[in-house]
């Protein structure tokens, strides 16, 4: 088609290539504007213009996202290895349907019900339970610094000790008072902790 005149059979050859018919008749105007047409892909009404068509950039807009999805979907063998990955186990049926969209599986650790999007998991990102297990285990202090925090609150820990994590109550009892507390180990750390009911009084 170089420098001569384009002429409708020309027009109607690059939609055809491009699966658009134009719509009777072609209102052509230049190769910068657009003709009126209908993807025979998917029906919906198009207007792409002719340069466009002639690069291969095709002329349906919903037509093009559709295949830029399927070209970043993955395989369900990719999405499984990538679930299992993180310790987790997809609810079958699979429901997949895109990175961004969240998957029902279970945590093969704790057995917990876990919602997580495959872009999370992709990075790293398990199950939320386990991760804030583990955090918690990090913080822990040894047994003696325990019974070191609660001594010094002037308290004594009702035998056996149960100590979970930081922000969990301990049972205690008091010294002075003989009272039932239950302060977590960062409050009595921060100095806000010990037997309310002897802190009571001396307000």
Not at 10 to 28: G, H, K, M, T
Not at 31 to 44: A, E
Not at 58 to 72: F, L, M
Request: charged residues 20%; proline residues 7%.
């Amino acid at each position: 088609m170089g420098g001569k005149r384009i002429t409708l059979t020309d027009i109607r050859a690059v939609f055809a290539a491009a699966q658009i018919q134009p719509i009777e008749p072609i209102c052509y105007r230049g190769n910068r504007h657009p003709i009126q047409g209908i993807c025979l892909r998917c029906g919906v009404d198009v207007a792409p213009r002719l340069n466009d068509l002639k690069r291969g950039q095709g002329g349906c807009r919903p037509c093009c996202i559709a295949r830029i999805k399927a070209a970043k979907r993955l395989g369900e063998a990719d999405v499984r290895a990538t679930i299992k990955s993180v310790g987790l186990t997809p609810v079958e049926p699979l429901a997949y349907v895109n990175t961004v969209t969240p998957i029902p599986c279970i945590c093969a650790t704790c057995g917990a019900e876990v919602l997580k999007l495959l872009k999370s998991m992709r990075s790293g990102s398990g199950c939320w339970r386990c991760g804030r297990n583990r955090a918690n285990e990090t913080m822990r202090l040894p047994i003696t610094a325990v019974r070191a925090t609660i001594a010094q609150a002037g308290l004594t820990p009702v035998e056996p000790l149960e100590y979970r994590s930081n922000a969990y109550p301990i049972r205690c009892t008091c010294n002075e008072c003989g009272a039932t507390v239950a302060p977590t180990l960062n409050s009595l750390r921060d100095g806000r902790g010990g037997c309310r009911f002897c802190g009571n009084r001396r307000g």
